[in-house]
């Protein structure tokens, strides 16, 4: 498809991208943060001196700025509590009164608690379409023998 000035859009007439369009190259940069990088370019050293020179004199963004580069934030932790063994769909309730206990406790924080519940569903969902799966077997080999 081309538009009315000749140039190709890449789309099909119903608008869709055509396969093969690229689009942007993988990796490629805008302009403004090339600029940006081009005026940098050399200075990393200065600046990275300037930064920790205002952090010492008291400018908490600057300190910030360089503890987040020591010692980023930590996006996840292991989580050490008590989880009961999940071998079948029924067990699933007591890992999950486990969980609503450890948080009622403090031992887990509430958005630790969301995401271990989530882990709980995903294997509840698992242990289930397994024991469905043993099921549609067993019931498959009861039907060819009759």
Same mark, same amino acid.
């Given at each position: 498809?081309?538009?009315?000035?000749?140039?190709?859009?890449?789309?099909?007439?119903?608008?869709?991208?055509?396969?093969?369009?690229?689009?942007? $190259?993988?990796?490629?940069?805008?302009?403004?943060? @090339?600029? !940006?990088? %081009?005026? =940098? *370019?050399?200075? +990393?050293?200065?600046?990275?001196?300037?930064?920790?020179?205002?952090?010492?004199?008291?400018?908490?963004?600057?300190?910030?700025?360089?503890?987040?580069?020591?010692?980023?934030?930590?996006?996840?932790?292991?989580?050490?509590?008590?989880?009961? $063994?999940?071998?079948?769909?029924?067990?699933?309730? @007591?890992? !999950?009164? %486990?969980? =609503? *206990?450890?948080? +009622?406790?403090?031992?887990?924080?509430?958005?630790?608690?969301?995401?271990?519940?989530?882990?709980?569903?995903?294997?509840?969902?698992?242990?289930?379409?397994?024991?469905?799966?043993?099921?549609?077997?067993?019931?498959?080999?009861?039907?060819?023998?009759?």
């Amino acid at each position: 498809m081309t538009r009315n000035n000749g140039t190709k859009t890449g789309r099909d007439a119903s608008g869709r991208f055509t396969k093969g369009n690229p689009g942007r $190259p993988r990796g490629a940069r805008h302009r403004a943060t @090339q600029s !940006a990088l %081009a005026l =940098l *370019d050399g200075e +990393a050293e200065r600046l990275t001196r300037r930064a920790v020179e205002l952090a010492f004199e008291g400018d908490s963004a600057a300190l910030r700025l360089c503890l987040e580069r020591i010692a980023p934030p930590m996006e996840d932790g292991p989580v050490v509590f008590d989880l009961p $063994p999940m071998q079948s769909v029924s067990d699933v309730s @007591q890992a !999950a009164g %486990a969980v =609503l *206990d450890a948080v +009622a406790l403090g031992d887990l924080t509430p958005s630790e608690g969301v995401k271990i519940m989530a882990l709980v569903e995903t294997f509840r969902r698992t242990l289930e379409t397994t024991e469905l799966e043993a099921r549609v077997t067993a019931l498959e080999g009861n039907t060819h023998d009759a």
